[in-house]
């Protein structure tokens, strides 16, 4: 059985571990461009020993941003200075990832750090958000405008523009941001989708939006590339989104010719009671993973080399990615290495200290 540093070979691609960057937002980009916080904060985790690093949720279009300081691949303009950070990612022996993402109704916020609240109607930052219905995520947030066919065959166009700078970007592996009460989740959560044309109602109906953007994306993403995406695996609520229609939606994404998916959870009800605590959202990659057959990523509160590599040992998943104690320590992998006696990623600028 494998663990957790042995090589992940996926399509063409191979992860010297498998250990991976969880794409977490920084907010910290003008008008959408790469900067030297990007290179540095992903740099440090490439040369940390990650297998796979993957980049923050980037925006397609700029009101599928988060907040107005998020980064986007919108223009080809943004194309160069991700370019300087895959090249970097790259030279470290890391694999460089993106997550493509539109937020949907829970666009136009503020930053976390600056109360991370909705942007008001007067403020000269606002813009008005989309989703699938007039439904708003909390009581605090704007009422989405609902996206007629003809938005969501244009949306998914720009899914699809979005994949190709990517590509031109220099990335190996694209994830597909469809978790978290974003976009693309907001369609497949009857919680959030009231439609009666062929993008809601039914399950075939709610996972449409999804299905048909992965085909157009993975058309012009290579064969020899994967791809991936993100689902949220449950709502936590009895109304919502479960596991069972997560192992669903998993098989359906398998024959269209997704590679892995990368199981989260929540997002998509401001009140949920989400039982928060280490390895809380294993339990699903493993569920997706027997269930539909394919391969999947472990993220959540994992922190220890022993239980990390557990999860591999045990096929829970595939890969393990790591979000808050990578931004405590960029050398996780170099040390977790070292704790399981195995042969450690260390860069040689680093090797006196290890
Ligand atoms: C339901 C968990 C949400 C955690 N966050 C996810 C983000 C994301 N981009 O997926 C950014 C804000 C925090």
Redesign the pocket.
């Known amino acids: 059985m494998p663990h957790l540093f042995e090589p992940f070979p996926l399509r063409g691609v191979t992860l010297r571990n498998r250990i991976g960057v969880s794409?977490?937002?920084q907010y910290s980009y003008q008008d959408g461009f790469a900067n030297d916080w990007l290179l540095a904060h992903l740099g440090a985790r490439a040369a940390g020993g990650a297998g796979l690093v993957i980049a923050?949720?980037t925006a397609i279009e700029p009101r599928g941003r988060?907040t107005p300081y998020d980064v986007g691949i919108w223009s080809d303009a943004q194309i160069e200075p991700l370019a300087r950070v895959t090249r970097f990612i790259k030279a470290q022996g890391a694999v460089p990832g993106i997550?493509i993402?539109h937020?949907g109704r829970k666009a136009n916020t503020d930053r976390?750090w600056e109360g991370g609240q909705p942007i008001s109607a007067g403020d000269p930052r606002w813009w008005q958000t989309i989703g699938p219905s007039p439904l708003a995520f909390s009581p605090r947030h704007q009422t989405p405008q609902e996206m007629s066919v003809q938005e969501i065959q244009s949306t998914q166009a720009l899914f699809r523009q979005a994949a190709r700078r990517a590509l031109d970007a220099g990335f190996e592996w694209l994830e597909l941001?469809a978790?978290?009460?974003?976009l693309i989740h907001s369609f497949y959560s009857p919680l959030s989708n009231q439609r009666a044309d062929a993008y809601g109602g039914s399950f075939d109906n709610r996972v449409r939006f999804l299905l048909e953007t992965v085909q157009t994306m993975r058309a012009v993403w290579p064969e020899r590339l994967p791809f991936t995406v993100?689902i949220?695996g449950t709502d936590w609520d009895e109304n919502g989104w479960s596991v069972d229609d997560s192992i669903a939606l998993a098989a359906r994404l398998k024959s269209e010719g997704v590679d892995l998916v990368d199981c989260?959870?929540?997002?998509n009800l401001s009140n949920a009671s989400?039982p928060f605590a280490p390895h809380y959202q294993v339990p699903i990659a493993e569920a997706v993973r027997r269930g539909a057959g394919i391969p999947t990523a472990a993220v959540g509160l994992i922190s220890d080399p022993r239980l990390a590599d557990q999860i591999i040992r045990q096929g829970q998943a595939d890969l393990v990615l790591l979000g808050r104690e990578l931004l405590r320590n960029p050398t996780w992998p170099i040390q977790a290495a070292q704790a399981l006696e195995q042969p450690a990623p260390v860069p040689p600028q680093y090797l006196r200290a290890y």
């Open positions: 794409p977490m937002c923050e949720a988060i997550q993402a937020a976390p941001h978790a978290h009460g974003y993100r949220s989260s959870s929540g997002g989400i």
